[in-house]
């Protein structure tokens, strides 16, 4: 039901694959707003053209600057302005975090409406533990600094959920097989969509069916937490005999003690008898 809304910042979620999964309050603003400012102009068109909707477009990436902000900014003062993102909810892994947080400084009022969010599809579909789960957004794209950013998260509690593009997909798998050894790792891709899909295994096993079958589009990449299991009933050996099929004794007890929290030296130890 259209009705009057007040100036300020409203912070939309638009579908992330499927068109039906705009809720009817976020149509009811995108209605009632007189400016929406969006990542691609493109693709914030065609939803709402799909919605029977005509509005101002401003674009608002991560090129914007100072002055893209504050034209925001200014307008809201006295009108409604709608924030989306190409797909999904705005300010996770999208820009906006300054204007939001510049707009609150301001006193300007902000909304934010829920909605459609890939991470927490795919933590649903993963079967992955959700008890706990760290959402950390893109890996780094170079090898080193990639394998750093998941050493740092090794022993958090809790699954991990990355965003991922389908050409870098290999690489993640094989830096998760290497930093995290003996993970579970789910993939989700076309969530939503006609051919939507969630495979968990190996990174290594999951690495030789993409390998097999290309994947297109964005990509959600969960890894399991580690292990609660006592460790007697880790096969601690089979994962040293792993790692040390392609790396020393000191580098396969420094990954196995970030997989399981077991003593890095006793692992070492343990390492160089199997060696």
Known sequence: MEHS???????????????????LRAVDVLRGVGVVACEDTRVTGKLLHHLGLKKRLIRYDDH???????????????????LVSDAGTPLISDPGYRLVRTARERGIAVT???GPNAAVVAMTLSGL????????????????????ALAELAQVPATLIFYETAPRLAA????????????????????????????????????DHYAAHPPKGEIVLLVAPPSDEPAGDIDVDALLRAELAQAKPSQAA??????????RKDLYARAMELK
């Not at 914007?64 to 709608?82: I, T």
């Not at 420094?254 to 003593?263: I, P, S």
């Open 172 to 207: 993640a798998l094989a830096a998760i097989d290497q930093v995290l050894p003996g993970r579970e790792v789910a993939v989700g891709r076309e969530l939503t969509k006609k051919f939507e899909e969630c495979r968990s295994g190996t990174p290594s096993q999951l690495a």
């Open 112 to 114: 934010s409406l829920p």
């Open 254 to 263: 420094a990954r196995v003690a970030k997989a399981t929290g077991l003593d």
């Open 129 to 148: 533990p959700n008890d706990r789960f760290l959402f950390a957004g893109f890996l780094p794209n170079k090898a080193k600094a990639r394998e750093e």
């Open 64 to 82: 914007a600057g100072e002055g893209d902000r504050e034209r925001l900014l200014a307008l809201m003062e006295s009108e409604p302005v709608a």
């Open 5 to 23: 809304l007040s100036p300020g910042l409203y912070i939309v979620a638009t579908p992330i694959g499927n068109l039906g999964d705009i809720t």
